[in-house]
């Protein structure tokens, strides 16, 4: 007989189950999570030097939808992104955490991940991302948004917050710090949410998982 070593649950995998059961319980309850010290340590330091290091110009300042109309954008939002790809060891690492954490909740939450998109965000001092949804009801296909946030040392006097507005009953909503290895999940249609500008530069990965909506006439996501 053989036996074939299976790829997964991998080491690395396995370590974060513990993690990715809290999410999952938080999702299914209040349909968000908020995990501090989430990302493996290792993980996190790799990002963060990764984006510390990468060179400004290759960020893009950031689009809204389909908005082409730069200066109606910087009002809502002026943080700058950069696509993530696996074409780094940091990149490639964060990618496969988050396969890892896609397939674990598509096999808890029958979820039906099917892809998944992030990018760095660079919030300059003073920069801001006024409130929003990710994804509009029936239209997108971002079904799950993902960030995490890469800044050593925030102090709660410096700003920055992500305030998720979870219900109606409580307008100051839920803020939450952009603490080096903290992580924020929430469904992308039901929340809506913003970022506060901040006193120092701030960094993150914003990400988002997606169903497939293709047709026959239509392949989506793009390939
Ligand atoms: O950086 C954050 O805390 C949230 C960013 C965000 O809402 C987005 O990029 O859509
Ligand atoms: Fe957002």
């Known amino acids: 007989m053989t036996l074939l070593l299976q790829q997964y649950p991998t080491k690395s995998a396995a370590s974060s189950d513990a993690l990715f059961a809290k999410i999952v319980n ?18 996190t330091d ?18 809204v939808g389909r908005e082409s109309n730069q200066q109606l954008n910087a009002q809502i939002r002026n943080d700058k992104t950069l696509w993530i790809y696996g074409d780094s060891p940091a990149g490639q690492e964060w990618l496969k ?3 890892a954490l896609q397939l674990y909740l598509n096999r808890h939450l029958l979820m039906g991940l099917f892809s998944f998109e992030s990018h760095f965000s660079h919030y300059a001092k003073g920069n801001y991302y006024k409130k929003h949804v990710d994804a509009f009801k029936g239209q997108a296909n971002r079904v799950l948004s993902l ?27 839920i803020k939450v710090l952009p603490k080096y290895g ?8 039901e929340f809506e949410h913003e970022v506060k500008p901040a006193q120092r530069d701030r960094y993150s990965i914003a990400g988002w998982f997606r169903v497939n ?5 239509q392949v989506d996501p793009p390939l």
Request: proline share 6%.
């Open 26 to 43: 938080d999702l299914a309850n209040d349909g968000y999570s908020i995990q501090a010290n989430a990302l493996p340590l290792g993980l």
């Open 46 to 63: 790799i990002l963060h030097t990764h984006v510390v290091n990468l060179p400004q110009y290759k960020f893009n300042l950031a689009r």
């Open 97 to 99: 955490w988050t396969q």
């Open 147 to 173: 960030v995490t946030y890469l800044n050593p040392q925030w102090q709660d006097t410096q700003g920055g917050e992500l305030v998720i507005y979870n219900q109606p009953g409580n307008p100051e909503g």
């Open 182 to 189: 903290t992580l924020v999940l929430f469904l992308s249609e």
């Open 213 to 217: 909506t293709s047709t026959r006439e």
